[in-house]
């Protein structure tokens, strides 16, 4: 009875910039730490952007200084900004969250995932 729906992917030049979301329903209690990962063709699914229920974020090497994580707790919606974007970004993107439902059983749900493609 939870979902993630991401939106915002999408084909993008070099140097552009995009934002994602991701949109939590349901029989939610609490959501606690959420993020984004992706995966590009071939490769294994890495860590983008991590948040914690306080605020807290770590990014990977690749992403600092050009991404920004961030939630709006009210909203149940969770943000990557991307910005200054290289075509090595270009990945199917998924978000991940650790909710606990309204029968306080936590459990880790992902999104169905949104294309992000950064080509000239």
């Known amino acids: 009875q939870v979902q993630l729906v991401e939106s915002g992917g999408g084909l993008v030049q070099p140097g552009g910039s995009l934002r994602l979301s991701c949109a939590a329903s349901?029989?939610?209690?609490?959501?606690?730490?959420m993020g984004w990962y992706r995966q590009a063709l071939g490769n294994q699914r890495e860590l983008v952007a991590h948040i914690t229920s306080g605020g807290s974020t770590n990014y990977a090497d690749s992403v600092k200084g050009r991404f920004t994580i961030s939630r709006d707790n009210a909203k149940k919606t969770l943000y990557l900004q991307m910005s200054s974007l290289k075509p090595e970004d270009t990945a199917v993107y998924s978000c991940n969250a650790r909710i606990t439902s309204t029968n306080l059983i936590s459990n880790d749900y992902w999104g169905q995932g949104t294309q992000v493609t950064v080509s000239s």
């Open positions: 349901g029989s939610i209690f609490m959501i606690n730490h």
